[in-house]
Structures are given as C-alpha cells and as structure tokens.
C-alpha cells in the first residue's frame, strides 16, 4: 500500500501565498465539527480555519517559539524547515534541514520532522533523514546528534517527539523516512519502537509492539503520554501511564478514529499536541480531533486534506496546522 507521504512527496511546489501582515488577512478554507457545547470554550463559534501558506511537498511538526514569536514547520522530503511570523510569512530557516550530504535513494524523507523545545529554548528535532534526534541552537544553528542507536543499532526514522521537563525526550521511530519502508535495507532493528532517552544519554526502548507509532505528547502533569497509531488497521490514540521514573505503564485507549477513517476522512492519527488545561489535539482521520483529557470528543477542526500536525502558539491564543501542502492556522479562546 502506497502511504500518504509517498503519494504528497511527489506533488508540484506552487508559490507560497503571501503572508505579510496578521493571518486574519489570509483566505478562510475548512470547517469546524462541532460535536458537544463544551467546545465553544476552546473554539469560538464562527471561528475560521485560514491557509497562511501553501506549496510545501509535506508540512509537518510545527513549534511555536515564544522568544522569536514565530513558528517553525518542516517540510521532510524537502529537508527544509521554515520559519513563520505575522511580518513576514513563510522564510527558509534551515537547508538542509536533517541529512546534510547528498541523499541516496533509500532515504525518502531526508528533513526533520517532528519539533519541540526544550526547557532552555534549544530546538530538538526527529531527524529522518540522519535517522537521529538532534538539538539545534537557534542563534547559530549548530547542531548537536543526541542519539541516533539503541543498542547498537540505527534507528529507522525518528518521527515526532516531545520533551518531558526533566529534559527527558520521548520519540517514536517508525520507517516513513526510509524509501522501501518497512522492506528497507538499511533498517537495523526489526520493530518501530516507542522509545524514552534520558537526559544523560541513555534510551530505553519503551514499546516495540506498533506497526506506525507516530505523535507524542505528554499530559500538563506529566503522568499520561499519549501516542498516535498512524495504522489503518488500528487508527487509534493511546495512553500511557508515567511512573515517577519517567517509564510507561501499560497503555490504554485514549481516542478510537475508526468509525472517521472507515467513512473515508482525509488522514490518519498523526500529530498531537496538549493544550495547559489538558485538552487533547489530536489529528486524525477529517482533521484535529479536539478532546477533553477524560477523552470526550469535543469537535473536528477540518481543512478538507490530511492535517500532519498542530501546535499551539501565541500563549495559547492560535492553533496551527501543517496540513498537506499547506500551513493554516484558526484562533482559540483557550487550550
């Protein structure tokens, strides 16, 4: 089966739209599903999803740098990273943005692809291309190889991440970033794992049992991580319960997207991010499933394509969407 990144890295770049001034000035695409009042408290009734951006190969892993006032997105097949801001629009930030040689054909996705911070303001990247998670200074774009083996072994592909305040970094490592997937030569461990790495180095592989563990996020508390399964046979959200040590307990069912993929919604579980109050932004089939932290599903933001990832930014006031070829964005009233 073709997957969705393969099928959107071979579309044509068209011109990025223009986007001086506030997003309130760039075209209102999409729709809010409205599925319980209670949404009404985190997105404003007749609030619009607006494009600020289009003609990436695929957007994805944004992060809201609140010293910059900016957002930074990727965009892997074209190992690129881009920086937002409402002056501006969409520059080039980083390129190359993962692999920094010349790329062999095995390697389809050779950028970064999830983003976070970490408590110093330091960006921390899934590099898919290096098949590494790295930390880049922002001021002068070095760029340090946190790990990129556990037990010896090269990872497939590091695809998104979250950073605990501890400075322990979680981060899933499925085989979207290698040409042939799961078939790649170059793959040296035989699972897509869920894995943990400490601050002073050390991984721990966490969960060895998912075909597509994707995005991660942790709970305002720390006690719950979440995780995506970008799995068409298992289209679901899950949680972990955290131990004081950082380690995961056995998981449960968070949010099952079976019922939107099985009617043909644009998208998998994907991305997701937790707003400070603890609701749940998880894309998925139809757009960003918007949830309570007990997992009643509040609302669906949509813009009629896949949506990658989110991220909320401007203290909680926006949420972004890397959706597809395009950046959008649609105001909160909280998260």
């Known amino acids: 089966m073709i997957d969705r990144r393969m099928m959107l890295a071979g579309l044509a ?25 209670a949404l009404d408290r985190i997105v404003a009734p007749g609030a619009s999803v607006t494009r600020l951006a289009e003609g990436f190969r695929w957007a994805e892993g944004p992060v809201w740098v609140p010293g910059s006032n900016c957002l930074l997105f990727g965009d892997p097949p074209s190992n690129t990273v881009h920086r937002w801001t409402a002056a501006k629009g969409v520059e080039i930030f980083l390129r190359p943005s993962g692999l920094q040689t010349p790329v062999p054909a ?90 943990r790495l400490s601050p002073d180095g050390r991984v721990d592989l966490l969960d060895r049992s998912h075909r597509r563990p994707n995005g991660v996020a942790l709970s305002p508390d720390e006690r719950t991580l979440y995780l995506s399964l970008s799995d068409e046979t298992r289209p679901e959200v899950l949680a972990y319960p955290l131990g004081a040590d950082g380690m995961t307990g056995e998981s449960r069912q968070f949010l099952d997207m ?21 609701h749940v932004f998880a894309t998925g089939p139809g757009g960003v499933h918007v949830c309570t932290a007990d997992a009643r599903l509040l609302g669906v933001i949509e813009t009629g394509k896949a949506i990658a990832n989110c991220a909320i930014g401007k203290g909680g006031k926006v949420l972004f969407l890397t959706s597809s070829d395009s950046l959008a964005v649609i105001p909160l009233r909280s998260s």
């Open 13 to 37: 770049a068209v011109p990025l739209l223009d986007a001086v001034g506030a997003e309130a000035k760039a075209p209102a695409i999409g729709t809010v599903r409205r599925l319980d009042p």
């Open 106 to 195: 095995a390697i389809r996705e050779p950028g970064l692809n999830g983003l976070a911070l970490d408590t110093r303001g330091r960006l921390i990247a899934a590099d898919s291309g290096s098949r590494a998670i790295v930390r880049i200074d922002l001021a002068t774009r070095q760029r340090e190889t946190l790990a990129d083996r556990f037990n010896g072994k090269r990872f497939n592909s590091p695809n998104d991440l979250c950073v605990a305040r501890s400075g322990a970094i979680y981060f899933t490592d499925p085989t979207y970033g290698l040409a042939e997937g799961d078939d790649s030569p170059l793959r040296e461990v035989a699972w897509c794992g869920l894995y």
């Open 258 to 278: 079976r019922a939107q993929h099985d009617a043909g919604r644009p998208g998998l579980p994907d991305g997701i991010k937790v707003g400070a109050s603890g």
